[in-house]
């Protein structure tokens, strides 16, 4: 299989890219703007390619794709032009998106052009939705009723992020959503409803983030009056000073966030001396078990040695293996929610030594 990585030298698309040179069967081209980067491996091929360029599709089409996998973010202000150009090419694709409204409206815009096209296009494919929705699913089966879903992140300092990942988080930075609380839609602020939150490696200031679990979740489990997500930086005077931006922005002041993503991305940069490289995730689950009484079950995800950017492409490269060795997942436009089920990670986790621990509690 002939999978061309758009973006494959970023901060994800170059581990998508050395992950799946060491499956048999794939041939891995990594494209960026810039020719004159290196590989990400020995084996991985170089292209060329910009996906603002008005002949998108044909310079896609001469790579000969037979997957397309899309990790040049962010990915809160595009359109689906990649996903139509990889279905033109008459190739599969995946993105790992994590942009609320392109996740949202990615199938309605690409069913179409997937069906006439017999090609499976799949958003979604990072830690959320994909890991996410597996580890509530998981959950799920072992409860009478769901009450509320939280979802927390918490990357470790020093762990490498890209600059893309710097912008979508100051892209909605103060900025108001809806999210699910107590049975009702209520507003949310980016990077504010501040919180402290405990891990198994420490306790750490939390924020609101605007994800595409916010809407999918309510939708997957309406059952659930309650579907929150907040983010935990390690370093807290970082994680105040974005709270405080985004204070400023939610009151009316045009903080220039998009202009100053270069110095911020290299301010995190300076800060990692003061954290560490450990991470994690944790999905909050209430509900009431099969003996009828209120339960709240934990999952937790630690990430040590700064592998935790691992986690956000482990769902694009498990689809990328299962359709490499001919699986059949059908066709048509698909957001990444029950097609990967949390026993599938499991190989991924103990490949980068990342743990997971389940409890519960009557509550």
């Known amino acids: 299989m002939r999978v061309i990585v758009i973006g494959g030298l970023g901060n994800f698309g170059v581990r998508i890219c050395r992950r799946l040179s060491l499956e048999d069967g794939f041939k891995i081209v990594a494209t960026s703007r810039h020719s004159e980067r290196r590989a990400p491996a020995t084996d991985v091929e170089l292209a060329t390619l910009d996906i603002d360029h008005a002949r998108l599709a044909k310079q896609l089409k001469a790579l000969a794709p037979d997957l397309v996998i899309h990790c ?25 998106a994590d942009g609320r409204a392109f996740v949202a409206g990615f199938v309605a815009a690409v069913q179409p052009a997937a069906e006439a096209a017999g090609r499976l296009a799949i958003t979604g494919a990072s830690t959320l939705p994909a890991l996410s929705s597996a580890v509530v699913d998981t959950m799920r089966n072992s409860l009478r009723a769901l009450n509320s879903i939280e979802i927390l992140i918490a990357p470790g300092q020093q762990a490498p992020r890209g600059v893309a990942t710097m912008a979508a988080v100051l892209g909605y930075a103060g900025k108001p959503f809806p999210w699910r609380a107590d049975g009702v839609w209520r507003v949310a602020h980016g990077w504010q409803e501040l919180r402290s939150e405990t891990f198994s490696f420490g306790r750490r200031l939390s924020a609101a983030c605007d994800v595409p679990d916010l809407v999918l979740l309510p939708g997957r489990y309406p059952e659930a009056s309650t579907v929150t997500f907040r983010a935990a930086l390690e370093v807290s005077v970082q994680h105040i000073a974005l709270w405080t931006l985004a204070a400023v922005r939610r009151i009316g002041v045009p903080v220039p966030l998009a202009r100053w993503v270069p110095g911020l991305n290299r301010v995190g940069n300076w800060l990692d001396r003061f954290g560490s490289g450990t991470g994690g995730m944790k999905v909050r689950v209430v509900g009431i078990d099969s003996l009828g009484q209120r339960t709240t079950n934990e999952w937790e995800l630690i990430a040590k040695d700064n592998h935790g950017p691992e986690i956000p492409c482990m769902a694009a490269v498990l689809l990328a293996m299962k359709l490499g060795r001919g699986g059949d997942m059908g066709a048509g436009a698909k957001v990444c929610m029950g097609l990967i089920p949390l026993r599938e990670f499991e190989g991924e986790f103990a490949r980068w030594n990342i743990t997971t621990q389940l409890s519960d509690s009557i509550s």
């Open 72 to 96: 040049a973010g962010p990915f809160q202000n595009q359109d689906y032009r990649v996903a139509l150009a990889a279905l033109a090419c008459g190739a599969h694709y995946i993105d790992i």
